[in-house]
């Protein structure tokens, strides 16, 4: 069984027992959370239409928090003193899957 789930800006094929860095949640680590919407869940039979995923859930323990690699950028304009550099490292929660249900 697997479900597709929109968290972050992106989305995601997840499974039970599955670990996953998403972007940094509002949660502590050991706390339960919640994915909506869902977009696909297949348990032998697909159900994608916003009828059939009513009921859908997924459901997540927040294991940490890990940061992602550092993304290092120089911006320079040439015949001036305009130099620029600049860096930026993501922060995200790695979480487990635990559950997925369709009611």
């Given at each position: 069984m697997y479900a597709v789930i929109a968290t972050g800006g992106k989305q995601r094929r997840v499974e039970p027992g599955q670990r996953l860095d998403v972007e940094l949640l509002a949660v502590p680590p050991g706390e339960e959370v919640t994915f909506?919407?869902?977009?696909?869940?297949?348990?032998g039979a697909v159900?994608?239409?916003?009828?059939?995923?009513?009921?859908?859930?997924?459901?997540?323990?927040?294991?940490?928090?890990?940061?992602?690699?550092?993304i290092d950028g120089f911006?320079?304009?040439?015949?001036?003193?305009?130099?620029?550099?600049w860096g930026h490292r993501q922060r995200y929660s790695t979480v487990e899957i635990t559950a997925i249900a369709r009611d």
């Amino acid at each position: 069984m697997y479900a597709v789930i929109a968290t972050g800006g992106k989305q995601r094929r997840v499974e039970p027992g599955q670990r996953l860095d998403v972007e940094l949640l509002a949660v502590p680590p050991g706390e339960e959370v919640t994915f909506a919407p869902v977009l696909v869940v297949d348990d032998g039979a697909v159900l994608a239409t916003p009828d059939e995923l009513v009921g859908a859930s997924v459901t997540g323990r927040v294991v940490g928090e890990t940061k992602g690699p550092k993304i290092d950028g120089f911006t320079y304009k040439n015949a001036t003193t305009n130099r620029r550099r600049w860096g930026h490292r993501q922060r995200y929660s790695t979480v487990e899957i635990t559950a997925i249900a369709r009611d």
